[in-house]
């Protein structure tokens, strides 16, 4: 219920413009100066120029809603459009968080199946680690004595060529002496 729904609105035939109120609406002006028109109640203001006034009031106020009007239509259409330029960039969000799932599971996915390479490489370095050093233990031995025998023969070649340079050397001493001595004829063979 708003305040004006208990006002009774006033008629001008009802009389009770006629009391109270009414008489002072409706009284001639004290300081006299009345025109004689039918506005002396008005300060002296004829009718027509009061008309004008109020007409172009009500025509500067037409054109100020006419305004204002225009402003809100504009206000309206930048909100519709932001409105819409926000809905996109909720539709570009809504698909980025879709993309970044997809990114995550993607992760997931990958990690899982690096870890298990790491795994699996892991075990094959192991399993290859333990296999050289069996090869090296099983053959080591074989190797040792190899070189052993190696180094003895090497040390056997050693004096053979040391007996080979001595032998080389009297053989040129005895050739040194031969070519020295005087050559006497052999005696012939009878």
């Given amino acids: 219920m708003g305040a004006t729904d208990n006002v009774t609105p006033i008629r001008p035939d009802s009389g009770i413009l006629d009391e109270g109120w009414g008489k002072w609406l409706h009284r001639p002006p004290s300081h006299g100066g009345g025109n004689g028109g039918d506005n002396d109640g008005m300060n002296g203001v004829p009718r027509e120029e009061l008309t004008a006034k109020l007409e172009a009031i009500e025509a ?18 930048e909100m519709r459009a932001d409105r819409h330029r926000f809905d996109a960039i909720d539709k570009r969000m809504d698909s980025l968080g879709s993309d970044i799932k997809d990114v995550e599971r993607s992760v997931r996915e990958s990690s899982s199946s690096m870890r298990t390479t790491m795994i699996v490489t892991a075990i094959g370095t192991v399993v290859g680690l333990a296999g050289v050093m ?3 233990l099983g053959y080591g031995q074989d190797s040792f004595s190899a070189g052993r025998e190696q180094g003895s023969s090497l040390s056997q070649a050693a004096a053979d060529i040391k007996a080979t340079q001595e032998q080389l050397i009297e053989m040129q001493e005895r050739m040194g002496r031969a070519a020295v001595a005087p050559t006497t004829p052999a005696p012939a063979a009878k």
């Fill in 60 to 77: 500067r106020m037409d054109s100020r809603m006419a305004g204002v009007e225009s402003k809100i239509d504009t206000a309206l259409a």
């Fill in 134 to 136: 069996i090869t090296m």
